[in-house]
RNA sequence: GGGCAAGUGGCGGAAUGGUAUACGCGGUAGUCUCAAAAACUACUGCUCGCUUGAGCGUGUGGGUUCGACUCCCUCCUUGCCCACCA
């Protein structure tokens, strides 16, 4: 037999040619009939090339566009790079080349790739966030979120990576173990408590696994907290997977609870939020977070005092130190509180488990009912008050029972009567109900190069005069840049390497709003781009040189596809160089209205928007896909939009692992696809993808299943040259194939439209057996409908088979636009049924009948009690007969 | 510690109250061939048995049911996400 693999690759070439020529991707987007956006997570261009992750994902998506495409609708199906960022630009120090020279040929790769996979992209609709023609959309959103008051600078205790120099997002903050002295497990797991004794937690950077720095500094914020209940509520009206919902609620967080106030003598009195007021009376102390405002206004406190909170300040100090671990540190503040109810005094006690950005940095010390509390009770030999009844001797008791010691709430149950005590407290003045979320502010600004600078000018000149809105510092001094600035563009700068955290005070273009420390982002050493004219008062002012958190550029970009023709650089010809010299300044207002206007009011774009279906993966189900619905909801309230969730449905895919492990650098496992595509060709790597577990779970890439597919597929193709070389005199149908084949259409379509794509695979793969087992010429329907089925799995096998069996070679008709094939349910009823035989349950024979035999319960019965098999298990007349028609009868003795 | 998945042959996995192991991989034997590859055919959960056949079998232990991989409860294990969230 000839070698196939190259003519393999030589047919995919010539059919991705002629469905570019025809355009067969592309549709009019303007005047589509059945508007259908199938989104996939654009990928962010690593210099590695495209993961077989990336493809997996990427076929699921595409397998499901296909489906709809030949269902009738007008599919658009756009991809794109998410270029800028931290990932991108520390790829290109590593490498010592400039992030912008190197994307252009990561991009030169990663589209080489993509047009390789056999997706139905269209490729005349792509976005780059890295574009300046992009993210002076990026900037433009930032713009009317400030002006909305939805954006503001301010300084605040943030996750800062000693390593990438710079802030970190709580979401970017990951949390990692470390085993030190690792004791290696039994077989019997038995040793797991010493693995747990040796365990370490802190908090690292998600790219280069640094511990992070908690810092005080000046950053923007988006207050996407404002939207934390309808962020939460909208969840009811999307389709979405279940986990990645789940997923969300737990992010927003919401919780009911109590606010309750201690007079104290630090000088004003401790708020504090808890879930477990029927605890209120086993208040024994009060904990206060070391970055509690309350301290800063205390004068007199002990040495050892402002020695801890000093060093509590530094997590990173903390991970380093051995000794501290997981057990709870404090010091006693020197300072009592009172008990509202007792009127005793209890200690306020200074302690880092206690969170300054959850509640309100203070927490109630109810040590008998909660773990922590009693940890910390037990160290510093605080006293205990049990009072809800139930509880074991050595432990916090959290769970439910009667409320005692507690002297009017005494006989109370817990937790059934919170309501009942809430209601309580609030009578006597003494506490509120309150709501608190898991959800902070989305923290925007980096002090890298590599992204959109964030379009603010600072005007020392405007910052002494009142801010309308009363922020604490800084007045009007924060100015926007006027929209027909946009973009600010990213200057190409030689030394793009992070600076870090400098001092104002010694740096010569010290212009902040406020001194102190600040990170310091590579642009400030570009003067050019610094200088700019103030937009209020036309004075000197100074250009913010943090840029935007990528999550930000991919928070819209979905929005940007359906206009990307729109682009008034052509792709090729940009000039990182120099692009100001490329890029003409928009003349009017309107020309930036356009992008309002199109997305938002023309009848035509919306019909795009929201995206139809959004294929991702799970991992983003808390970063991108919250962030991407705050934003579509600001400029929905700001409207520009005229919808407020961006995407319809959503379904998350499983992880791909490799030989039971998972995919790593470290490991050595990683696949690239290319080899694979090389050898097996495109659509047997597409299939077997598809094949290899369901869709939602994910699954197991090896070598040796690739292979098998590879060999169904020349199966196929021999059945299809085989058929085609009869001639259409001999082709007839037979009964049992109409049968197998409408039941397989059936079938697949079922699955597909559930994205069970490897049971529809196996289906296909019954139904070829079938086919072949008939050695005979074959109706040419059970050949098409075949090749339909396949189609958006292996677009290029079937297309070639497709057009094999045309009969006008002289107009191109793609397979892929033909329609779906649609089942007779006439033809799907069996004319056999076959039964099991149970005798308690156990079935004993398999019995076969007609179709009118088996609607009998009586000529049934009768045949099955003649099985000589039913009879040795029946020692009497049965007691009961359960009749299940079509499936089985079970004999009860 | 919390949340969410999941645990089925030698392997990836089907089956969501009614024939457990579809489909594929791997394996064994055979056909073809000088030979190999490819392709094709048959068999392939375990144990006992010459066979007819019998028993066992979906992580563990219980429950509901005529009947449970499937539903309920207990425990164990693995993966993912989150985590000193008061």
Redesign the pocket.
């Known amino acids: 037999?000839k070698n196939s693999k190259p003519k393999t690759r030589e047919m995919e070439e010539k059919w991705t040619k002629v469905w570019e020529e025809k355009k067969i991707y592309q549709p009019d987007l303007k005047n589509a009939k059945n508007p259908f956006f199938n989104l996939m997570m654009f990928p962010y261009p690593s210099a590695e090339g495209l993961h077989v992750g990336n493809v997996y994902a990427f076929t699921g998506a595409d397998v499901y566009g296909r489906f709809m495409r030949m269902n009738g609708n007008d599919v658009f199906e756009p991809i794109g790079l998410d270029g800028f960022g931290i990932h991108s630009e520390n790829y290109a120090l590593k490498i010592g080349k400039n992030p912008a020279d190197q994307a252009k040929i990561s991009e030169k790769n990663f589209y080489r790739q993509l047009k390789m996979i056999g997706n139905s992209f269209d490729w005349a609709h792509t976005v780059e966030t890295y574009d300046p023609e992009y993210y002076k959309w990026t900037q433009w959103i930032f713009l009317k979120l400030f002006k909305a008051g939805l954006a503001e600078k301010r300084k605040a205790p943030v996750n800062w990576c000693p390593s990438c120099k710079t802030v970190l997002a709580?979401e970017q903050v990951?949390?990692k173990?470390k085993i030190k002295n690792k004791i290696p497990a039994s077989p019997a797991?038995r040793s797991?408590l010493g693995d747990e004794e040796n365990e370490e937690?802190m908090g690292v950077c998600e790219r280069c696994e640094t511990p992070v720095e908690i810092k005080d500094l000046e950053q923007w914020f988006f207050k996407i907290t404002a939207f934390a209940d309808r962020l939460l509520e909208d969840l009811k009206k999307i389709d979405w997977s279940?986990?990645v919902i789940?997923?969300q609620r737990?992010w927003i967080?919401r919780?009911t609870?109590t606010m309750l106030s201690f007079e104290s003598e630090l000088g004003s009195p401790i708020e504090v939020?808890?879930?477990?007021p029927d605890t209120f009376h086993g208040v024994t102390f009060i904990v206060i977070?070391p970055y509690h405002p309350v301290l800063s206004s205390v004068k007199n406190l002990e040495n050892d005092v402002l020695e801890y909170i000093e060093k509590a300040k530094s997590s990173a100090e903390k991970a380093k130190d051995k000794t501290l671990k997981?057990e709870?540190t404090g010091v006693f503040s020197g300072y009592f509180a009172t008990h509202p109810l007792s009127g005793n005094k209890i200690p306020v006690w200074i302690a880092?488990?206690?969170?300054m950005d959850?509640?309100t940095?203070a927490?109630?010390g109810v040590p008998a009912h909660?773990s922590?509390d009693f940890d910390f009770a037990k160290k510093y030999d605080l006293p205990i008050v049990s009072v809800i009844g139930g509880g074991k001797e050595g432990e916090a008791y959290e769970g439910s029972g009667e409320i005692i010691n507690s002297s009017e709430w005494n006989g109370w149950e817990s937790p059934q009567d919170i309501p009942k005590i809430i209601d309580w407290l609030e009578k006597k003045g003494i506490g509120s109900k309150k709501v608190s979320y898991?959800l902070r502010d989305w923290l925007i600004s980096r002090q890298r190069y590599w992204g959109a600078p964030i379009p603010m000018i600072f005007c020392d000149k405007c910052a002494r005069l009142p801010s309308s809105r009363g922020e604490a510092s800084g007045g009007q001094g924060w100015q926007a840049v006027p929209e027909e600035d946009l973009p600010v563009i990213l200057p190409y700068i030689k030394n793009f390497k992070p600076l870090g955290i400098h001092s104002r005070h010694s740096a010569e273009l010290s212009r902040s709003p406020s001194s102190g420390q600040a990170g310091e982002a590579p642009l400030s050493q570009d003067k050019q781009f610094i200088e700019a004219k103030c937009p209020n008062c036309g004075g000197v002012g100074r250009r913010e040189t943090d840029v935007c958190d990528t999550f930000l550029d991919s928070s819209w970009y979905f929005l940007r596809y359906p206009v990307s023709d729109f682009k008034y650089i052509p792709f090729p010809s940009k000039n990182w160089e120099n692009p100001k010299s490329q890029i003409p300044k928009p003349k009017t207002d309107r020309e930036i209205g356009n992008w309002k206007l199109e997305i938002g009011n023309s009848a035509q774009r919306a019909a795009w928007l929201p995206v139809h279906m959004y294929i991702g993966g799970?991992?983003h189900?808390?970063l991108h896909l919250l962030y991407s619905r705050f934003i579509a909801k600001a400029l929905f309230d700001l409207g520009f939009l005229a919808f407020d969730e961006p995407f319809s449905k959503f379904r998350a895919h499983g992880?791909l692992i490799k030989d039971g492990g998972?995919m790593s650098k470290s490991r050595g496992n990683v696949v690239n696809p290319d080899q694979y595509i090389e050898r097996f060709g495109t659509d047997a790597l597409r299939t077997y993808l598809m094949f290899?577990?369901?869709f939602d779970?994910g699954?197991?890439f090896r070598d040796?299943?690739i292979?098998?597919m590879e060999?169904?597929l020349?199966?196929v193709d021999r059945l299809i040259n085989y058929q085609t070389g009869l001639g259409s005199d001999k082709k007839k149908q037979i009964p049992s194939l109409d049968q197998a084949m409408n039941k397989t259409i059936r079938e697949v379509t079922d699955d597909l439209q559930g994205l069970?794509y490897?049971?529809a695979?196996?289906h296909i793969?019954?139904y070829v057996?079938e086919l072949i087992?008939e050695k005979s010429a074959l109706d040419e329907e059970y050949l098409k409908n075949l090749i339909f089925l396949l189609a958006p799995f292996a677009p290029f096998y079937s297309e070639e088979w497709f057009q094999s069996l045309s009969e006008d070679k002289s107009t191109f008709n793609s397979v892929h636009l033909h329609k779906w094939p649609e089942y007779d349910p006439e033809n799907i009823i069996e004319d056999i049924v076959?039964m099991?035989i149970?005798v308690?349950?156990k079935?004993?024979d398999?019995l076969e009948f007609t179709t009118a035999e088996s609607k009998s319960e009586a000529l049934v019965k009768e045949r099955a009690l003649a099985s000589e098999?039913v009879k040795?298990h029946m020692g009497s007349e049965p007691k009961?007969v359960?009749y299940?028609e079509g499936?089985?009868i079970?004999f009860?003795v």
Do not use: C, W
Request: charged share 30%; hydrophobic share 30%; net charge positive.
């Open positions: 037999m709580d990951i949390q173990s797991g797991n937690r279940e986990k789940t997923a737990n967080g919780k609870g939020f808890t879930t477990r977070s997981d709870k880092d488990y206690v969170l959850y509640g940095g927490v109630m909660d922590r898991h799970a991992e189900s808390v992880l998972k290899l577990g369901p779970q699954g197991d040796a299943g292979e098998g060999r169904f020349r199966r069970r490897n049971t695979i196996a793969m019954e057996n087992r076959i099991a149970q308690n349950g079935t004993r398999i098999k040795r009961k359960i299940v499936k089985i079970n009860v």
